[in-house]
């Protein structure tokens, strides 16, 4: 069977040299979309299990040892509950210092807050990728669309006929660089909506999960009135560690 003049083949093996740099650039876009949108999947696959786990396992421990283990490691909701555990020691064994004169609470409050927020800029990462290849893909394609025109047109001016034979190549190099141009921004675009989304949840879960720690370390219960003897043995381990 003998190839397809209008396919990819011959699109690269009649194809210039800006036209196969097109191509080359689409294909890379969409490569480094696609390892954003798996990556960034999976990462949030495992920040769902980790949000799961400090929404009932950590606060069904007995200490806050035990708390924290059950997070795990490799996730922003165990740095965000060692970060506020270090901010509580370190307050109460540098009372009177200059830089300590904020309350416990306001120092908790500040650790927590910084370490939700260096959790947000790891959920942002590779974001702008896919934003970026969603909105410039198709006029990458729509250049390789107007070259191929151009080709067209090129082909009927040295002919001096406009014959199907004569300008079905080129055009068809116009359609197929359009077609790789919408088939690496269309995922890319629905790949950037979903992670925004999947990131505002986790985001949220964080707040959450930060503000009960707050409620702990000061408090000694979790914020959540329906928190349980969990929150009363990881009570016993703070003050214990005061």
Known sequence: MEASPYGL?????????VTKGVAVLLVIMSIASWYVIVTKALQLFSYGRAGRAAGHEFWDATSLDEGLTTLGKGN????????????????????????????VSDWI??????AIDEASAKLQTGMAVLASVG???PFVGLFGTVWGILHALVSIGTSGQASIDKVAGPVGEALIMTAL???????ATFGYNAL????????????????DLHALFLTG???DSSATQGANGAKLAVVGGE
């Open 109 to 114: 409050t500040l650790s927590l807050r910084q």
């Open 196 to 211: 925004v989304r999947g990131n505002k949840t986790t985001l949220a879960k964080l707040n959450k999960f930060g503000f």
């Open 135 to 137: 909105s410039t893909a």
């Open 76 to 103: 922003p909701f165990a740095e965000i509950a060692r970060a506020g555990v270090v901010a509580m020691h370190h307050h109460t064994a540098h009372k009177g210092h200059l830089h300590d004169q904020l309350s």
């Open 221 to 223: 219960a979790r914020a």
């Open 9 to 17: 083949v011959s699109l690269w093996q009649q194809g210039d040299l």
């Open 181 to 187: 141009g919408l088939a690496v921004a269309i995922p």
